[in-house]
């Protein structure tokens, strides 16, 4: 039997990934619980907050890589393996 990918196939049995908001300046914060980490979720979620420069924090998650290229935002990311 093949177990799963953590974080890719069973949302109910798994960790939901969470996306935070964060505005620099106020301080002010947006938790938002998702049922998927990808690409088309951050941009659903940025979709709205366009007005100023926006910078994008993830991990090293090869789906978030298109965002790369994407004038809306900058992108800084970590790789947890790298320590």
Known sequence: ????????????KDKPPVFILVDRGTGERCVI?????NESTIRLLLAN??????TVYTDGF????PLDEDDAF?????VHGDG
């Open 1 to 12: 039997m093949v177990s799963p990918r953590v974080g890719v196939e069973l949302y109910d």
């Open 33 to 37: 619980p998702a049922k998927a980490a």
């Open 49 to 54: 907050r366009q007005q100023e420069s926006l």
């Open 62 to 65: 090869r789906a978030y890589e």
């Open 74 to 78: 900058s992108r800084e990311y970590v």
